[in-house]
C-alpha cells in the first residue's frame, strides 16, 4: 500500500486539512509567525534605542536657535517672529495719535481702537521670545547679569537722554506736530531737562517704549533662579504652574467688577487678595505677569503641540478670534463708560490678561508650527529689531505729520506710518550698527 501522506493522502501528495482540524493548524501556524515577527522589531527598536537613547534636552536643545550662531545656522521661525513682533510694536505706537483722538474723531478713534486691538499680542510675543533664546539658562549668575542687565543698562541711559532731545529739536525747531498725543507744553528746554534725569526713577512719555526695558531687567534677575527648577521639572508640573498663571489672567477682571459686586476695599486701596497701603504683594504676585509668558515659552518649545495643521487652525482661529473681540470691543466700551479715562481703558490692553493671552498663544504656536528656514537676510533683519523698538517712538511723530492729509483715510495712513516708521527705524539702526561706540545701544 501506498505511504500515508502528512495530511491523509495515500498517494503522499500534500492536501490542505479542511474542518476544524485545518483552521486551527492553520491559525496556530500564523500564530506563530506573528510573534516571531513581534519579537524581532521589538529586538531591533531597543537595539535602536540603546544606540540612539531619547534625550529630551538634547531634543529640545535642536529645536532652539543658538544666537552666537551664524546667520546659515539660525532657526528661520525664531527670526520670523522676532521681526513680526517688532513690527507689531510699531504698529501698536502708530495707532496711538487715532486712539487719542477719542470723542473728537470718533472715526478715527474707532480705527486706532480696532487696529490697536489687533496687534495687542506684540509684547507678550517678544517676551516669549526672551524664554525662547535664554531659557534654560546655561551659565552662572554672576555672568548671566552681567551680560544682559549690562546690555540694557547701556541702552536704557542712553535713549532715555537721546530721545527726548529728539523729541525737542523736532517739536521746537522742524515743526509743532499735530498729533493729538503732544502737549507742546511737555517739551520745553526747562521740560527736556527735567527728564533727562528722571529716568532713573521711570520713563516719561518721550520714551514709553522704555517701559519695556525696566520690565525686562526684572524678567532677567530672576531667570537664572527660574531656570533651575524648569530644567528638572515635569511636564505635568509645568502644566500646574501654568494653570496657575492663568487664573492671574483673570484678575484685572476681577479688580474691574469687585466693587459691583460690593467691595469697598480697606482704607480706601481696592486692591484684591491682601494688596493695601502697606503690603503690595498680594495672593498672586509672585506667579502672575509676564513671568508666565517665560514658562509658556518654555514649555512650548519643549513639548510643542502635536496638531497637523488642520487641528491647529481649527484651535488658533476661534481662539485669536475670541480674544480679539474682547480686547476690540471692550475698549470701545470702557470709552463709552469711562471717557479718555486711560486708568479703565488699559484694562482689556493688559498685556497680562485672558484676552492678550488668547491672541498670543496662537500667534507663537502657527509661526512655530511654519518652521520657516533660515534666511540671511531675515537674519540681518532679526538682529536690528531691538534696535527698531528702542528708536522708532521718535520717527513715529514725523511719519504722522508727513502723512496728516485729510484725503488719505485713516487705515491708508496707519498702514503707511507703520511701514515708513519700521522701514527708517531699521536704516537708522542698522546705520548705527555699523559704528562700534553705538553698536552696543542698538544691537
Not at 534677575?221 to 496657575?244: N, Q, Y
Request: proline content about 6%; glycine content about 8%; some cysteine.
Amino acid at each position: 500500500m501506498p505511504e500515508q501522506g502528512r495530511n491523509g493522502g495515500r498517494d503522499g501528495v500534500f492536501r490542505p486539512q479542511t474542518g476544524r482540524q485545518g483552521i486551527k493548524n492553520r491559525t496556530s501556524r500564523h500564530k506563530k509567525r506573528r510573534t516571531a515577527a513581534k519579537k524581532i522589531v521589538a529586538a531591533r527598536f531597543f537595539s535602536y534605542l540603546r544606540k540612539n537613547p531619547i534625550n529630551p534636552d538634547k531634543q529640545m536643545e535642536t529645536r532652539l536657535p543658538n544666537p552666537n550662531a551664524p546667520a546659515r545656522e539660525r532657526i528661520g521661525w525664531v527670526d520670523l517672529l522676532r521681526v513680526t513682533a517688532c513690527f507689531l510694536v510699531v504698529f501698536s505706537h502708530c495707532c496711538d495719535p487715532f486712539v487719542g483722538q477719542f470723542d473728537n474723531d470718533r472715526a478715527a478713534f474707532l480705527t486706532g481702537a480696532f487696529s490697536g486691538s489687533f496687534v495687542r499680542c506684540c509684547v507678550p510675543l517678544f517676551v516669549m521670545m526672551t524664554g525662547v533664546l535664554l531659557l534654560p539658562v546655561k551659565t552662572g549668575l554672576a555672568g548671566f547679569y552681567r551680560k544682559r542687565i549690562g546690555r540694557i543698562l547701556a541702552a536704557l541711559v542712553f535713549w532715555s537722554v537721546v530721545l527726548p532731545l529728539l523729541y525737542y529739536v523736532y517739536l521746537n525747531y522742524v515743526t509743532a506736530s499735530q498729533s493729538p498725543a503732544i502737549d507742546p507744553e511737555n517739551f520745553t528746554w526747562g521740560a527736556t531737562l527735567h527728564k533727562l534725569w528722571t529716568f532713573v526713577f521711570n520713563f516719561t512719555f518721550d520714551t514709553t517704549p522704555l517701559w519695556y526695558l525696566y520690565m525686562l531687567a526684572g524678567l532677567y534677575l530672576i531667570m537664572p533662579v527660574v531656570s533651575a527648577w524648569l530644567e528638572r521639572a515635569s511636564r505635568s508640573e509645568l502644566k500646574t504652574l501654568l494653570g496657575v498663571w492663568g487664573v492671574t489672567l483673570l484678575l484685572p477682571y476681577a479688580k474691574m467688577f469687585a466693587p459691583m459686586l460690593g467691595y469697598t476695599g480697606n482704607f480706601g486701596n481696592m486692591g484684591l487678595y491682601g494688596v493695601c497701603d502697606w503690603n503690595e504683594f498680594g495672593t498672586f504676585y509672585y506667579v502672575s505677569g509676564f513671568a508666565g509668558y517665560l514658562v509658556l515659552a518654555y514649555y512650548l518649545v519643549k513639548f510643542p503641540p502635536a496638531w497637523d495643521w488642520r487641528r491647529t487652525l481649527a484651535v488658533c482661529i476661534p481662539m485669536f478670534i475670541a480674544g480679539y473681540l474682547i480686547t476690540a470691543f471692550g475698549y470701545v466700551a470702557l470709552q463709552n463708560h469711562f471717557p479718555g479715562n486711560y486708568a479703565y481703558l488699559e484694562i482689556v490692553w493688559y498685556f497680562a490678561g485672558i484676552n492678550v493671552f488668547m491672541m498670543t498663544l496662537p500667534v507663537f504656536v502657527v509661526v512655530q508650527k511654519l518652521a520657516v528656514a533660515a534666511r540671511p537676510w531675515l537674519s540681518r533683519l532679526a538682529s536690528l529689531t531691538f534696535g527698531i523698538y528702542l528708536c522708532h517712538f521718535a520717527v513715529i511723530p514725523v511719519c504722522y505729520d508727513l502723512l496728516d492729509c485729510a484725503a488719505l483715510p485713516d487705515w491708508v495712513r496707519l498702514a503707511g506710518m507703520s511701514v515708513a516708521a519700521f522701514a527708517a527705524s531699521a536704516l537708522v539702526v542698522w546705520a548705527m550698527s555699523r559704528w562700534s561706540v553705538t553698536r552696543r545701544v542698538v544691537m
